[in-house]
């Protein structure tokens, strides 16, 4: 069965530390790879996708992601944070064979400290 | 500005009871899907439907789950005979068409205790 694995359950910077938070699939077809953050108290939104082309992909709010095929992964960067990207980070990818269903890593909890 | 509506977003039930969850979609979305997060998971897939039509319910447990999308109103998942196991974050997201690729939009949540 496919699976979205993300490496690191917590993560805590202090403000204009860089950031790059792991994702993995197990899928070898064709993705479509998503990065979604949630924000205390807020709900889930869409950070970035990719489905083809470029493999270095720009989102909402500085982040950015790469898509390395060979290493199966899409990690989601950012140079310097700040203190409001403290959320809960998910990566997902689509299911095999279906193009509404998404497979969900276990999420990252960033906190950024002032 | 019309999100997705979750309500209730906390909601705690006795083990047995009964808890029914629901969910407006965006406006002009007429694709609902269900998506449950247990503690230190992801979010896993329950149920897609579109109005008053289950597309694909291979998520939902066999017994006690059902949802539907009426119609008229909000989407409804409802879950009989609660157990503790049942206890997590239920979340809803719609989409104007039946693709993940557009990006859903998802609503707040409904925290379900039981106890």
């Known amino acids: 069965a496919q699976s979205v694995s993300q490496h690191n359950h917590h993560v805590i910077l202090s403000e204009a530390a860089s950031l790059e938070l792991g994702c993995n699939y197990s899928?070898?077809?064709?993705?479509?790879l998503f990065w979604y953050v949630q924000y205390p108290g807020q709900h889930l939104q869409l950070l970035l996708k990719?489905?083809?082309?470029d493999p270095l992909v720009k989102g909402i709010k500085g982040f950015e992601a790469e898509f390395i095929k060979s290493k199966f992964s899409f990690n989601l960067r950012k140079p310097s944070v700040q203190w409001s990207d403290t959320a809960e980070y998910f990566c997902?990818?689509?299911?095999?064979?279906?193009?509404?269903?998404?497979?969900w890593g276990a999420g990252t909890k960033l906190i950024i400290k002032p | 500005n019309a999100g997705v509506m979750q309500n209730p977003r906390h909601l705690v039930r006795r083990r047995g009871q009964e808890a029914r969850l629901r969910c407006s979609p965006m406006?002009?979305?007429?694709?609902v899907y269900w998506y449950r997060q247990l503690p230190e998971e992801g979010l896993k897939f329950m149920v897609y439907?579109?109005?008053?039509?289950?597309?694909?319910e291979s998520g939902m447990p066999k017994e006690r789950f059902s949802a539907e999308f009426p119609k008229e109103g909000p989407s409804i998942l409802r879950i009989q005979q609660v157990v503790r196991g049942d206890s997590a974050a239920y979340f809803c997201?719609?989409?104007?068409?039946?693709?993940?690729?557009?990006?859903?939009?998802f609503g707040s949540g409904t925290r379900l205790t039981v106890v």
């Open positions: 990719y489905f083809s082309g």
């Open positions: 997201a719609s989409s104007p068409q039946g693709q993940a690729n557009y990006g859903y939009t």
């Open positions: 899928y070898g077809g064709t993705v479509n």
């Open positions: 997902a990818v689509n299911a095999p064979d279906s193009n509404y269903q998404l497979i």
């Open positions: 439907l579109q109005k008053e039509n289950i597309i694909d």
């Open positions: 406006k002009g979305h007429s694709h």
